[in-house]
């Protein structure tokens, strides 16, 4: 049945000719050899906005601030429609930036016979928004009216920092109703994912000489009893998003060879499937804590995301790694998570994205964005009803 639409669709209006791909191909390409290293993203927003604006798409620039990051380079998201933001329903959306370092722009052929791109940002994110960018464009050619409809948000930041999406939450057109987000996910429409925060188990002690270690209290000892202590804590589940897991990542401690330790410090990671202060609220009341080890939250915790998916179309999955989407806070529009390309490769050197996959992103933007405006695809509520559940368990405790 879908296959069949699909080859309807192939045959009509939104057919991908030689020249469309070529233009997808294209435009990728030039996003990847514009570097954008998150923290520094302006080279590949100058190029992009320019490129919105020849294709006819009035752009807004919003200067994204932020007081750690040296005011000299010049930081901006990029909001596009075609006629006024008023009308704009859904926004297509991803992120401009990538993790460096920068890997250079390389068309191959595989063993297979596949055309296949490398490069920094080929999936992640760069080629979601050149799919995305063409399939507004063949909606745009298709069908004039449906196009101003749509809207282009593309934002940085979100390799760790998150500044870009939540600056954007002041300036989201009025009567959005759609949100959709593009991340490497197969083309699986992605109904969540966890949430991540991180707290320090500072071991405290007391110096001594290290021939008489009987005077001092070892805070490295003290902290290695703690961190063993933590296998055993019992962390919340989630029905849809599974186990919370943690895991130590950095661990420091002593200043020398011959001195008792008064100072230890390991950082955990925690990958919650529940609100963030569920977890900590359980971590807080594990007994972790003593007269020499205190627990303490450090970094901005973020929740557990919900999503939103469509009925009757693409597989559904839940994903293990985060987005910025805890930041996008409008209260009424449907959230939505598809794009193309393995997550896989992303952040790798080797990070690449197949020709076919590219295009067939397209067709399903396509599919996406037509279905929704016209009425034939329909969101799924039983997530916005997980959410609902996730807040109760929240307005319990
Ligand atoms: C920002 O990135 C560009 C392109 O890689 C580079 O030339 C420039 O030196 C970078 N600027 C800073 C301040 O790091």
């Given at each position: 049945m879908r296959i069949l639409n699909i080859l309807n669709l192939l045959g009509t209006a939104y057919a991908i000719t030689e020249q469309v791909s070529q233009e997808l191909l294209d435009l990728h390409k030039n996003?990847?050899?514009?570097?954008?290293?998150?923290?520094?993203?302006?080279?590949?927003?100058?190029?992009?906005?320019?490129?919105?604006?020849?294709?006819?798409?009035?752009?807004?620039?919003?200067?994204?601030?932020?007081?750690?990051?040296?005011?000299?380079?010049?930081?901006?998201?990029?909001?596009?429609y075609l006629n006024d933001p008023q009308d704009v329903k859904m926004i297509l959306n991803s992120h401009t930036d990538v993790?460096?370092?920068y890997v250079d722009y390389h068309y191959t052929t595989d063993e297979q016979g596949r055309?296949?791109?490398?490069?920094r940002g080929a999936n992640d994110a760069k080629g979601q928004i050149a799919a995305q960018i063409t399939a507004a464009q063949q909606v745009r050619s298709a069908d004039p009216e449906m196009s101003k409809s749509i809207g282009l948000l593309y934002d940085l930041g979100e390799e760790g920092i998150f500044d870009g999406a939540k600056h954007a939450q002041d300036n989201l057109p009025p009567n959005l109703e759609y949100f959709i987000v593009g991340e490497p996910t197969?083309?699986?429409?992605?109904?969540?994912?966890?949430?991540?925060?991180?707290?320090?188990?500072?071991?405290?002690?007391?110096?001594?000489?290290?021939?008489?270690?009987?005077?001092?209290?070892?805070?490295?000892?003290?902290?290695?009893?703690?961190?063993?202590?933590?296998?055993?804590?019992?962390?919340?589940?989630?029905?849809?998003?599974?186990?919370?897991?943690?895991?130590?990542?950095?661990?420091?401690?002593g200043t020398a060879m011959n001195k008792v330790p008064d100072e230890a410090v390991a950082y955990v990671n925690v990958r919650t499937s529940?609100?963030?202060?569920?977890?900590?609220?359980?971590?807080?009341?594990t007994g972790l804590e003593s007269e020499w080890?205190?627990?303490?939250?450090?970094?901005?915790?973020?929740?557990?995301?919900?999503?939103?998916?469509?009925?009757?179309?693409?597989?559904?999955?839940?994903?293990?790694?985060?987005?910025?989407?805890?930041?996008?806070?409008?209260?009424?529009?449907?959230?939505?998570?598809?794009?193309?390309?393995?997550?896989?490769?992303?952040?790798?050197?080797?990070e690449h994205i197949y020709k076919d996959e590219l295009v067939e992103g397209v067709d399903v933007y396509v599919e996406?964005?037509?279905?929704?405006?016209?009425?034939t695809l329909k969101t799924s509520t039983t997530k916005q009803e997980q959410a609902e559940q996730h807040k109760h368990v929240k307005d319990e405790l």
């Open positions: 996003l990847i050899l514009n570097p954008s290293i998150t923290r520094n993203e302006t080279l590949a927003v100058d190029f992009l906005s320019t490129y919105l604006q020849s294709k006819g798409w009035n752009v807004e620039l919003q200067d994204v601030i932020n007081k750690d990051i040296n005011p000299d380079i010049k930081r901006q998201n990029i909001f596009a993790v460096p370092p055309d296949v791109i490398y490069g197969q083309l699986e429409m992605i109904s969540g994912h966890k949430g991540n925060m991180g707290f320090e188990i500072r071991a405290k002690g007391l110096a001594a000489h290290s021939s008489s270690p009987h005077w001092g209290v070892n805070a490295i000892e003290k902290l290695s009893e703690a961190i063993l202590k933590l296998e055993s804590v019992s962390l919340p589940h989630d029905e849809l998003l599974g186990d919370t897991t943690m895991a130590v990542t950095k661990i420091s401690g529940v609100p963030t202060d569920v977890t900590w609220q359980v971590l807080t009341e080890i205190e627990i303490v939250l450090v970094d901005e915790p973020h929740n557990p995301v919900i999503l939103d998916t469509v009925d009757n179309w693409r597989p559904v999955q839940t994903m293990p790694f985060g987005t910025d989407l805890f930041a996008w806070k409008h209260p009424t529009a449907k959230k939505m998570l598809i794009g193309c390309g393995s997550v896989s490769s992303a952040h790798k050197l080797d996406l964005i037509t279905g929704l405006l016209e009425g």
